[in-house]
């Protein structure tokens, strides 16, 4: 690459001079042609970057729908990890060298800014890349490798087929580059706590549990491998050969990595405390700083975001005594609370027929939403929307509720997952607001418009920044308050408990990482001052404890979206658009929160002067 940039600069140094040497009468380009054409050399530029970075990962080749060495997983040692940063630092400085931000239309110079801010906080992220856990109970590679397979690796013909098999037998490397880094790190001190070691061990034996690898029903894969072949126009003997094989590969690739992994975590236990906080690890707090840099995309303390969080929880309080008083409560806030957590009205029954309900509901209230979206949004997705219930084999380990974006050729909708293992963890009265956050107006609208975006460079459409996706959800929750969407004050009391959930994310994270708060105390602020069950908030704080900073991003975002709403409202008064708002917000794709406060104050500035 380097002789390549030396041969163009060369040529272009040449030109320049010939360019010198030629009658006057040849045409010199204008400023227009020089930002045109420095423009799409820019953006066909990032297009290469981007498809360099896919070319390194079978995975997300697949996950983006490609054809593509779908027989291959992923290089995740930390050499490749080390190479990816090696990467990311030249094409950086190779951007900055051979493009001039003031050469280039609005458009593609954000597009310079955004990938910028994306190479330096990879940097940043990088730095401290051995303090992030390999395996923790959120997202590991044990949980997540198998769901990929299970939910990406489609089979319609014999070479897919191969394909899966050719995955299968590759889990033993891939599991066990995982280990090789997750034991550099043990040894350096970056242990996790002692109670998340059960929880990884036992999410793993769920993979290899049943057939083939015991008695009793399939296991996840096996079940998985029989759905999909069993499909296959083939004849029975081709049919059950290739179901052979991928025992085989069960057997001798995948048991062996899980049980490499299991007797790790048994080892490492042993060795684990009861320290929860991130202030335990090498380079705490820069460490912490870079997570609530990389996560809130501002330069907030960790002191600043705790204190934000306790003045909201205190509003959001208010405004829940103004509801329990409505409904003819008598008594405190916190004795509601428990009202709310123990009276069999909230739920549906803990049954396949009541997760069938739930799931019926929550399919209504986004179809309802879609139907009022022409009042709020100019631009609206293409790409359709189902709601599901996370797959049994993950619902110990799983999000309570989450989304997957669309594949980007329109062969995958988004879908909403709802975590239904105990139905009473998902009250009936936070349905609603749930809903909103997760499908429509939330994260479907702003993820699959990103996508759909043309005329962008993909690390934009396909990019995110925290603190905009989850802030912009939080957000969502609200809007349909105006719409008078919220009927029944105990679903309305439903956004506020999802509202002040994320804003006293902002104490107990910040309090966990940074003031060496225990676990049970963590729990128990929660359970003083939101109305979650007792179980939601378990999971939580566990979610918070091996996922520093990530959980304070929802509600700094949607206090910037709001702030910067209502300082539109207030400055341009009658001429103040919800639906131009709402696209100016999302018509760009995901950007960092400062980015979004100038992209709205020039739409603010250009609508007053019209």
């Known amino acids: 690459m380097r ?23 040849q045409k010199v380009p204008d400023k227009a042609e020089i930002i045109q054409s420095q423009s799409q050399a820019l953006n066909e530029w990032f297009e290469a970057r981007f498809q360099d970075e896919l070319a390194r990962s079978p995975m997300n080749q697949t996950y983006l729908g490609k054809e593509t060495n779908r027989d291959k997983l992923d290089d ?14 030249a094409w950086l400085a190779e951007m900055r060298r051979d493009f001039d931000i003031d050469r280039l239309n609005s458009q593609t110079a954000l597009s310079y800014r955004l990938y910028e801010f994306a190479a330096e906080d990879a940097l940043a992220t990088h730095e401290f890349a051995t303090n992030e856990y390999v395996f923790q109970h959120m997202n590991g590679p044990h949980a997540n490798l198998p769901a990929f397979i299970i939910n990406y690796q489609t089979v319609e013909n014999v070479e897919d087929a191969r394909n899966y098999i050719a995955r299968l037998n590759a889990f033993q490397t891939y599991m066990g580059q995982n280990i090789e880094r997750a034991e550099a790190q043990f040894t350096n001190g970056v ?95 820069d460490y912490y700083a870079a997570r609530l840099r990389h996560y809130t995309t501002t330069d907030m ?51 396949d027929e009541g997760r069938a309900s739930y799931i019926i509901e929550a399919t209504q209230i986004i179809d309802d939403m879609k139907s009022k979206l022409d009042g709020l949004f100019i631009t609206k997705p293409k790409a359709d929307m189902v709601v599901k219930r996370v797959e049994p084999f993950r619902e110990d380990t799983a999000f309570g509720a989450f989304y997957d974006r669309p594949a980007a ?32 107006p939330g994260h ?42 919220y009927t029944d004050p105990y679903k309305d009391f439903g956004r506020l408990s999802m509202e002040i959930f994320r804003a006293a994310r902002l104490v ?50 949607m206090l ?35 980015v979004l406060e100038e992209l709205v104050d020039n739409w603010v500035e250009s609508a007053n002067q019209n």
């Open 3 to 25: 002789h390549l940039t030396f041969l163009l600069t060369s040529a272009l140094s040449a030109g320049l001079v010939l360019s010198a040497c030629q009658p006057a009468s």
């Open 560 to 594: 910037k979206i709001q702030d910067l709403r209502k300082d539109a409202e207030d400055r341009l008064g009658d001429k103040f658009d919800i639906r131009e708002f709402h696209d100016v917000v999302l018509a760009n794709g995901s950007v960092p929160l400062k």
């Open 409 to 440: 050729d329109g062969s995958r909708p988004g879908t909403y997952y709802v975590n239904l293992k105990d139905v009473k963890e998902q009250p009936i009265y936070l349905m609603q607001a749930l809903a909103y956050h997760e499908g429509i």
């Open 508 to 557: 107990v994270d910040t309090g966990i990482h940074t003031k060496k708060w225990t676990r049970e105390q963590a729990v128990q602020y929660y359970l003083d001052n939101i109305p979650n069950p007792e179980g939601d908030v378990r999971a939580e704080i566990d979610r918070y404890i091996v996922w520093p900073g990530q959980a304070t991003a929802y509600k700094i975002g």
């Open 301 to 351: 303390s960790a002191q600043e975001i705790h204190d934000i969080g306790l003045t909201e929880v205190a509003r959001i309080q208010d405004e829940m005594r103004e509801i329990m008083t409505q409904v003819g409560f008598e008594g405190s806030l916190k004795e509601f609370f428990d009202f709310l957590r123990t009276d069999p009205q909230f739920t549906l029954p803990n049954t």
């Open 191 to 285: 242990i996790l706590p002692k109670f998340v070691y059960a929880k990884v061990s036992d999410a793993s034996r769920n993979i290899i549990t049943g057939a083939p690898f015991s008695e009793g029903a399939d296991s996840p894969l096996f079940a998985d491998v029989k759905a999909k072949f069993e499909k296959l126009d083939v004849s029975d003997d081709e049919k059950n050969a290739l179901i052979d094989e991928a025992k085989s590969a069960l057997l001798t690739s995948v048991q062996p990595a899980y049980l490499d992994m299991i007797d790790m975590f048994k080892r490492h236990q042993d060795g684990a405390s009861k320290d929860d906080g991130v202030w335990k690890l090498p380079n705490a707090e």
């Open 76 to 89: 995740v040692s930390q050499l490749a990890m080390n190479e990816d940063a090696a990467l990311q630092k």
């Open 444 to 485: 479907h609208m702003q993820i699959a418009i990103g996508m759909e975006l043309e005329g962008l460079p993909k690390f934009r459409t396909l990019g995110g920044h925290t603190s905009y996706i989850e802030g912009w959800a939080l957000y969502s929750e609200s809007v349909p308050k105006a719409l008078g969407l």
